[in-house]
T-cell receptor, first 113, second 116 residues
Framework: GENVEQHPSTLSVQEGDSAVIKCTYS??????FPWYKQELGKRPQLIID?????GEKKDQRIAVTLNKTAKHFSLHITETQPEDSAVYFC????????????FGSGTRLSIRP | GAVVSQHPSWVICKSGTSVKIECRSL??????MFWYRQFPKQSLMLMATSNEGSKATYEQGVEKDKFLINHASLTLSTLTVTSAHPEDSSFYIC????????????FGPGTRLLVL
């Protein structure tokens, strides 16, 4: 089955700087890669996703890149703000009848004022 | 976006009792729902995939007789934790996927279970 690895587990950046979170996946059949932001005690919120037919996607300060050959994908947050502090999860899913999403281990991002 | 609700939002029970958690898709039909468990400072671990009108598919290591899942309609799936023990205390989150092969899954707000 799919295995998603994520790093770093914790990340602290100065407000205004960029943050990068990296993930790898094992199942070459995976073709959908969402990223979630989870605040303490709340549900995961989808912030951006990318499909395997695209190498990069951007939405304002957030961008995601995908390298299918290397099975790597990354989240980039630019001009970080205090409200970006949260736990971020990458995930992967193979399009099939099961279509279950497998999560990475999470990155706790802290933005220093 | 689509809305998924869970009930209750939190529950405290005595060891040995059973607890039922409901997951509802409020404005769409969900042929498939997923149940996750999240321990403090850990990731979401998939427990089972719930398919409307058929038996749930459990992930390796998840006891199907302990975590009973029923998906009786296109808008409701239930998870029953039977004979709960303190180690079952966790944050249980469901998600629902719209029918028609859409890839987006919508998460419920989660249920925090504390077993004393």
């Amino acid at each position: 089955g799919e295995n998603v690895e994520q790093h770093p587990s914790t990340l602290s950046v100065q407000e205004g700087d960029s943050a990068v979170i990296k993930c790898t996946y094992s199942d070459s059949a995976s073709n959908y890669f969402p990223w979630y932001k989870q605040e303490l005690g709340k549900r995961p919120q989808l912030i951006i996703d990318i499909r395997s037919n695209v190498g990069e996607k951007k939405d304002q300060r957030i961008a995601v890149t995908l390298n299918k050959t290397a099975k790597h994908f990354s989240l980039h947050i630019t001009e970080t703000q205090p409200e970006d502090s949260a736990v971020y999860f990458c995930a992967a899913r193979a399009y099939s009848s099961a279509s279950k999403i497998i999560f990475g281990s999470g990155t706790r991002l802290s933005i220093r004022p | 976006g689509a809305v998924v609700s869970q009930h209750p939002s939190w529950v405290i029970c005595k060891s040995g009792t059973s607890v039922k958690i409901e997951c509802r898709s409020l404005d769409f039909q969900a042929t498939t729902m997923f149940w996750y468990r999240q321990f403090p400072k850990q990731s979401l671990m998939l427990m089972a995939t719930s398919n409307e009108g058929s038996k749930a598919t459990y992930e390796q290591g998840v006891e199907k007789d302990k975590f009973l899942i029923n998906h009786a309609s296109l808008t409701l799936s239930t998870l029953t934790v039977t004979s709960a023990h303190p180690e079952d205390s966790s944050f249980y989150i469901c998600s629902a996927r719209t029918s028609g092969g859409q890839e987006t899954q919508y998460f419920g707000p989660g249920t925090r279970l504390l077993v004393l």
